[in-house]
């Protein structure tokens, strides 16, 4: 079964940073693209990054172009997403997915979910 399982979130200041992880189990991570997603309430899921096979990185979201990085941790089968300059539109619960597919970004429909880790930016 495989299981992704997000940490990292919390509260931090505008313009502070923080890491979030995503790590798998059951699966090797290096091997398949890994997709980050957002939500707040009342609103639908976004994607805003998706790392494919090649560390080839496509930002889905123009708003985080510069401020969001994503790289991959093999040794730990773990997918990272740094955020820098974060913003108080930036607050929303935090999710990476995949479908187990190379170069196929996740979509909100995907299989794979992890259940999400909340970042709150506020002063």
């Known amino acids: 079964q495989v299981q992704l399982v997000e940490s990292g979130g919390g509260s931090v200041q505008p313009g502070g940073s923080l890491r979030l992880s995503c790590e798998a189990s059951?699966?090797?991570?290096?091997?398949?693209?890994v997709g980050w997603f957002r939500q707040t309430p009342g609103r639908e899921r976004e994607a805003i990054l998706c790392?494919?096979?090649?560390?080839?990185?496509?930002v889905l979201k123009p708003s985080i172009e510069g401020r969001f990085a994503v790289s991959r941790d093999n040794s730990r089968n773990t997918v990272h997403l740094q955020m820098s300059s974060l913003k108080e539109e930036d607050t929303a619960t935090y999710f990476c997915?995949?479908?187990?597919?190379?170069?196929?970004?996740?979509?909100?429909?995907?299989?794979?979910w992890g259940q999400g880790t909340q970042v709150t930016v506020s002063s």
């Open positions: 997915a995949t479908d187990l597919e190379r170069f196929r970004c996740p979509t909100t429909t995907s299989k794979y």
């Open positions: 059951e699966v090797s991570l290096n091997t398949y693209a």
């Open positions: 790392l494919r096979m090649r560390d080839d990185v496509l």
